[in-house]
């Protein structure tokens, strides 16, 4: 009787925490083989348009993640995700990068800005979508990209947000830690340049560049005085918003932290005691838009998203029929949340034919 009662008393105090703790392992096992197995693009592509959702979808919004349905979902995007960027390293940049000096960084990413464009070029409404895949997004977002595919080059990298003397985030950038130098190098892909810098604080605004290259395809340009004062103030106050790593268990488990604390196992994790306190824009400075009057349905057929994603991919792997794609998406079924993604491929299309026309007359 007294072994019963134990047993009893053990499950009331323990629950299901034993179970859910062995499942956790297991999963956290099947993560770790499988952030090592790059698949193949063609099965990359049948997840992407099977499982990324469109823009608004209540996937993206934390606050809507509860239950095991959602984070299973989450998680289903963000291993689609990683996959597809480490495929477009592998495949599609690190055939062209000879070493790891910031001069072939620099051009990784300025490929990488090539395919996207911000909401200075495009104004819109901030939504939560993969911005690789539609083109085009805010600092944070585009920055992000870069984030995500670096790590294929350095291990991991970071979303930085930039801070000022009064306490305002300003500015999101990117970052990596460079073991040859021994330090962190800063990227930014936003402001109609690619530029890689690091802190110096021999010089005027306590930065030094290693790599500028102004845009090909962004309309609006950020002065290079602007953001030299933009980094140098924003630097020492800034944080890290986000972390992504080569190996997807480490990534994810960074990642999903944060959202966890919120969701099922809050009671699992501490808050901090003295959490930063930092007053944030909405929108930072920089990045001060109208978007659209016309930008007001939020749903987005099921078919007209994966026709924008299937011409996407192949914009992205470089087997574009230009004449097929623009057709594509200019498709009048399209509604109002897709046209500032379908606008902004529109405007890639013709400044890159724009350029390719230039070098081919050289």
């Not at 956790?24 to 592509?45: H, K, M, N, T």
């Not at 997840?47 to 990324?52: E, H, R």
């Amino acid at each position: 009787m007294k072994a019963e009662s134990d047993s009893n008393r053990c499950k009331l105090k323990y629950g299901r925490k034993p179970l859910i703790a062995v499942s956790v392992l297991g999963l956290a096992i099947s993560l770790w083989f499988a952030g090592y197995i790059i698949l193949p693009r063609q099965i990359i592509e049948t997840m992407v348009l099977g499982q990324i959702p469109p823009p608004g979808d209540q996937l993206y919004d934390q606050s809507a993640l509860s239950g095991w349905q959602s984070y299973s979902k989450k998680l289903t995007i963000e291993y689609v995700r990683f996959q597809l960027n480490q495929r477009f390293a592998i495949d599609r940049l690190s055939p062209k990068v000879k070493d790891l000096s910031p001069a072939q960084i620099g051009e990784v990413l300025f490929q990488i800005e090539s395919i996207l464009m911000t909401q200075r070029d495009v104004p819109h409404e901030i939504k939560q979508t993969p911005t690789f895949l539609v083109g085009l997004g805010y600092c944070d977002q585009v920055n992000g990209v870069g984030a995500r595919i670096l790590p294929y080059f350095f291990g991991s990298a970071e979303v930085f947000a930039l801070v000022n003397p009064q306490g305002i985030s300003t500015h999101s950038i990117g970052r990596y830690w460079d073991e040859a130098t021994d330090q962190w190098t800063y990227f930014d892909i936003w402001p109609g340049r690619t530029v890689l810098f690091v802190p110096d604080q021999s010089s005027a605004d306590g930065i030094r560049y290693l790599y500028n290259r102004k845009s090909v395809t962004s309309i609006a340009t950020e002065s290079i005085q602007t953001l030299s004062k933009l980094y140098g103030e924003g630097l020492e106050h800034g944080y890290t918003l986000a972390k992504y790593d080569r190996k997807f268990l480490t990534q994810l488990t960074s990642q999903f932290s944060g959202h966890m604390k919120k969701g099922p196992f809050k009671s699992w994790f501490r808050s901090p005691v003295n959490p930063p306190q930092v007053e944030k824009n909405p929108v930072p400075a920089l990045e001060k838009t109208t978007p659209p009057a016309t930008e007001t349905s939020s749903h987005v057929p099921l078919k007209t998203w994966k026709t924008f994603l299937s011409w996407r991919l192949n914009y992205l792997w470089g087997r574009r029929s230009e004449s097929d794609a623009t057709e594509s998406i200019r498709s009048p079924t399209y509604s109002n949340p897709m046209q500032p993604y379908q606008n902004a491929n529109l405007i890639l299309l013709k400044k890159l034919r724009i350029q390719n026309h230039r070098q081919k007359n050289e």
